[in-house]
């Protein structure tokens, strides 16, 4: 293996299937070195009026999406706690990490800075679910629902708010750029400028990017796609392998077609 580690998984509690443990255990069984658990953060005092939190909540997913940073913070630190107890058991480091929706606010960025102090995590994954579309935050699904005309303003929003993440440094990688490829929106050559300016920005802060292998399943090609990866290529960005595993047969899946594409 390239990578003899997985750090993008998420466990029962958030939306994953398994436990903290249970992941352990697999990863250590394919001969991984190191697993990191990285149950998604998002904080927004708006979240639970968003369009996607009723089905969220319909699956058992609600869990994920907070309003307070008081709230996160509190549901992190058992989290946390559970990690430091099953490690102990364990014959592979398990690290703790977290999947931070990035939202340019003042109350966020102080939340930020105050999680990093009170939680003190071993890397913080980049990303971006939710935009605020007049007035209301709208995730991918709703992108894809939207008519073409709507459809092409929301995904300027979406790669502007990626454009800004992956301008702040904040970040340990940046996760999905493409994001919105999982629903079959965005893959217009159209959006390549745009994709390009995103990867420049990201070599400028020398941030990374993940190769997110649940996209292969999916589309034949993990996320992003070629285009950006190539961009990729030629600034020498770093990348990470991920496998977005919610659940544990799924660590280290598609490895080595991520490792042969790159």
């Not at 490690?87 to 930020?112: A, C, V």
């Not at 990093?116 to 894809?144: K, M, S």
């Not at 702040?168 to 079959?184: Q, T």
Request: glycine letters at 6%; aromatic letters at 10%; proline letters at 4%.
């Amino acid at each position: 293996m390239l990578q003899n580690f997985s750090l993008h998984t998420h466990t029962v509690g958030f939306d994953g299937r398994n436990t903290v443990a249970d992941m352990a255990q697999s990863a250590a069984t394919r001969g991984m070195d190191a697993i990191g658990i990285s149950n998604h953060f998002i904080v927004h005092p708006d979240i639970k009026n968003s369009r996607f939190y009723p089905r969220a909540a319909t699956i058992g997913y609600a869990n994920i999406y907070q309003t307070s940073f008081d709230d996160a913070i509190r549901q992190f630190r058992a989290h946390y706690d559970e990690i430091a107890s099953v490690s102990k058991s364990q014959n592979i480091p398990i690290l703790r990490g977290m999947e931070m929706d990035y939202f340019d606010t003042d109350d966020w960025h102080r939340g930020y800075a105050r999680m990093l102090r009170e939680l003190q995590p071993d890397y913080v994954i980049g990303t971006c679910h939710f935009i605020d579309y007049h007035g209301r935050l709208c995730n991918v699904h709703d992108i894809a629902n939207a008519d073409a005309a709507e459809r092409d303003k929301m995904l300027a929003m979406y790669w502007a708010k990626i454009e800004q993440a992956s301008r702040s440094g904040l970040f340990s990688f940046m996760a999905h750029l493409d994001l919105p490829k999982k629903v079959g929106v965005g893959r217009e050559e159209k959006w390549h400028n745009t994709e390009r300016r995103v990867i420049e920005t990201l070599s400028k802060n020398n941030t990374p990017i993940e190769i997110n292998t649940s996209g292969i399943p999916r589309n034949g090609t993990p996320y992003p796609g070629e285009n950006i990866l190539s961009h990729a290529s030629r600034v020498n960005l770093p990348v990470v392998i991920s496998d977005d595993a919610h659940s544990s047969d799924h660590i280290g899946r598609h490895f080595d077609t991520a490792e042969q594409l790159i």
